[in-house]
């Protein structure tokens, strides 16, 4: 199973405003895998995300999905962005929101239908979520803001699933519940990568990690390379600290 | 046509046509972008003039919504170098392009007739008068004769007419992605609908409706006939398709009781629609259920009142005996005002939370289980123990 790569990332060089935020990043990314990127506030997770999705033009590089261009293969791809890049108080409900996760299957202008609705009833349910289906999302609580956008990314039904900071305010259980989901993604064989803030939970909820920090520094198996050598180069001499936090 | 006919629905026509993009803009927190536009068309106008030399024709109108475009690609571009934000960029640019087209009309055109009044409050007095006249005469020069000149209305409710029509069917296609790249860019781009499409897409029909509406009902108008609408529907509703309903409905309401506003105290009518939407604004900004002024600090109120009855029931609960029961006790112990006392004590009641014995009380069955739940989520924060206390107290809404 390991040997087919699900993502390459080939000299990637991202910049804003000229300024580089990736620095030539190689990184190749095995089917089947449970993978936190992990690194320092400004590391550049979420820019390394986005321009695999298409969402950023990097200056330089390329990047392969089931060795293809990303925009051929969207189809095989689900994302779940940060929570705080949507506006909360956008007049919208829980089943609405999801229902977006089908909408690229589904192409221009062709509108949502009952199969879609009843595809999205089901990935509510399967995150605890249908109770609030008819809930306005500012009136959900930050954890259940983070399940409906999961539920989302589920609906899009693909086979590598992308999640930028998905425990980001969520409280113990709505953690819980949200990495179990993703290990029976795993299990029924997609690749699942997730940017991940703590660092202690790392060896527990993932199989493979991935360091970051501007630059590329490691990428394997974490029984391997989750390791005090690893953790220095990404977050300095004080990731202790980051640890302990 | 009807004179008044012609001017209500002329003003109608605009208002929807305004409101429809509008909600969009404002979702997007876009809304001081179509004040840059209304004002930088004025070079657009003014090269479309040159040309045509006719103020209504389709040209001029395309020109005039191409620089409403530069505008909004200017104002991205100067944003992007990341020197300025956005409110800057936008104070940047329409400043600029309205001058150039204020010099153009200085140093080319001095006759042009392009009155100030006009341009801030329109003209919608003389809309019903601006007749398209089409001409089926088939001799080539010469004599012409009245019977060959068609009068097909006012020109005004053409142009507005076509451009709504143009922005409802845009609507029905592209609500979707509409809705998707206005709630979540990041998706929308990943999902291959391209947000920059969409984005100007937007815009263009922004500029067309401001450049049409524009000569109708002047500078000030199309601004407030774009933001005030929705702003007032965001106020109303948590649904997008009412929102839009709604902006379209307070879009015709302003529109006619403006108009009979201006009959009334014989003013400018375009000067009567913006008053009439400013008081729906400002109604409903004071009045509407559940984000209204007045609903927001009624609600701070029974938060607070609310916060009293969590300690007072905290209180019942650590304290058994009959002293620490009775209501004078509370009233010095906790050392509240007799009013808020009484109230906290009403609503403790009327909840079933507490019974009260003369002049003692004591925790009920309910009261404890809530207390319970409450020192539960205030401990862990979990949200699932409090779903069924959200209904009856705005505390733990949020
Ligand atoms: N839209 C943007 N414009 C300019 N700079 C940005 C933008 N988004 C992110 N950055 C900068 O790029 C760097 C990396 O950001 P990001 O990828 O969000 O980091 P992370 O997700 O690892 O915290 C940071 O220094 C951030 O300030
Ligand atoms: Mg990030």
Known sequence: MADKIAVAVDDLTVAYNYKPVLWDIDLSIPEGVLMAIVGPNGAGKSTLIKSILGIIDPIAGSVQIY??????QRHLVAYVPQKGSVDWDFPTTALDVVMMGTYGALGWIKRPGNKQKKQSLEALEKVGMLPFKNRQINQLSGGQQQRVFLARALVQNASI???????????ATTEIAII???????KAGKTVIVVHHDLQTVPEYFDWVTFLNVKHIATGPVKDIFNDDNLTKTYGINYKVAVQQ | MNPEIAILLISCLTAVACAIPGVFLVLRK?????????????????????????????????????????????????????????????????????SIGVLLIAIYANDVHLDTDAVLVGKLEYAPFDNWIINSSSSQEGITNPEDFINMGPKSLWTTGSVLLVT???????????KLS???????????????ILHYGLMSVASVTTVVSFDAVGAI???????????????????????????????????????????????SISGSITTVLGLIFLLVYLFAPSRGLLAV???????RTEVSLLTFLLHLNNHDSIEERSVTHLQEHINWGKVRAKKVLKLALENNMISKNGDVVTLSNKGKEFTEKALDYIITNKDEKIEDMKDDFFLFRG
């Open chain 2, 168 to 178: 409802l069917v845009l609507l029905g296609l592209f609500y979707k992605e509409l």
């Open chain 2, 30 to 98: 876009m809304a001081l972008i179509s004040d840059a536009i209304s004002h930088s068309i004025l070079p657009g106008i003014v090269v479309g003039f040159f040309i045509t030399h006719d103020l209504a024709s389709p040209w001029l109108i395309l020109l005039a919504a191409i620089s409403g475009i530069v505008t909004v690609w200017l104002v991205e571009a100067i944003q992007k170098t990341g020197l300025v934000k956005e409110d800057t960029a936008i104070g940047l640019v329409f400043p600029a392009l309205f």
């Open chain 2, 297 to 303: 600090l009624f609600r701070q109120r029974r938060q």
């Open chain 2, 221 to 267: 108008l199309v601004v407030a006939l774009i933001i005030a609408p929705a702003a007032t529907a965001y106020l109303l509703t948590n649904d997008l398709k009412k929102m839009l309903l709604l902006s379209v409905v307070f879009g015709i309401l302003a529109a006619f009781g403006g108009y009979y506003l201006s009959m009334w105290l014989d003013a």
């Open chain 1, 161 to 171: 699933y992308f999640m930028d900071e998905p425990f980001q305010g969520v409280d």
């Open chain 2, 182 to 196: 206005t709630f979540d860019i990041g998706l929308t781009s990943a999902l291959g609908f391209s947000p920059v």
């Open chain 1, 180 to 186: 179990n989901i993703l290990k029976e993604l795993r």
């Open chain 1, 67 to 72: 060795d293809k261009p990303y925009h051929k």
